[in-house]
């Protein structure tokens, strides 16, 4: 399948976080039309995963548009000039109280490819209890939570977890790490007799 040519470029909208662009374009079959996409900084995610309690990291804080407080995994932008792994280095130290022993890159994905071509990497992160980032200041409201697998696999069947990118990322590293889908797959015994009662 032959590609579009971009015959004109406007920028419509600029802002901190992102540039909205309008291409005029013509179609592999020789018609026209016009797209409007985002200009956006590819992102991180990390899985952060504490071996010795099997708990995984998360954050939660407001979002505006939900009107909630929202469970995600550590996330942020990849600035001008820096590398992933060091992006998902830095994001981890602003969870206060945790250093990154191991950082292993899963995969990387799109979002929204219909409207932004910015890409989020994955990674899975052994992580540590350590105090040596506790000077690092969190964001009004930000809390950071320590979650089981027992608790974390309940909370995605009951739809408390509900950004996407927390559970693209989840189901494939789960599905890609063998130690992370034993951690997904320690339910406890009673977990398993109140789930069979249940059905």
């Given amino acids: 399948m032959t590609g579009w040519k971009t015959e004109r470029t406007e920028k419509e909208f600029s802002c901190d976080e992102f540039h909205l662009y309008k291409d005029d374009v013509t179609k592999s079959d020789g018609s026209k039309d016009s797209v409007f996409h985002l200009d956006m900084k590819d992102e991180v995610l990390i899985v952060p995963v504490i071996n010795e309690s099997v708990s995984f ?6 979002k505006y ?5 929202e469970l995600q995994f550590p996330t942020g932008n990849v600035e001008p000039g820096e590398g992933k792994e ?8 602003h969870y206060a109280n945790y250093e990154v022993a191991q950082l292993k890159f899963m995969y ?5 490819f219909s409207i932004s071509s910015s ?5 899975l992160a052994d992580v540590n209890k350590n105090k040596i980032h506790s000077e690092v200041e ?9 979650i089981n697998s027992d608790q974390l696999m309940r909370m995605v069947r009951e739809n408390e977890i509900t950004d996407g990118k927390t559970l693209a990322a989840l189901a494939t590293v789960l599905l890609q790490s063998p130690k992370a889908l034993d951690y997904a797959k320690s339910l406890s015994h009673e977990e398993r007799e109140n789930e069979e009662v249940q059905s």
């Fill in 57 to 62: 990291i998360l954050s939660s804080k407001y």
């Fill in 65 to 69: 548009l939900t009107s909630n407080a």
């Fill in 86 to 93: 060091a992006a998902a280095r830095r994001i981890m130290k």
């Fill in 108 to 112: 990387s994905f799109y979002p929204s």
């Fill in 119 to 123: 890409k989020i990497g994955v990674y």
């Fill in 138 to 146: 969190l964001d009004i409201g930000f809390v950071v939570k320590e």
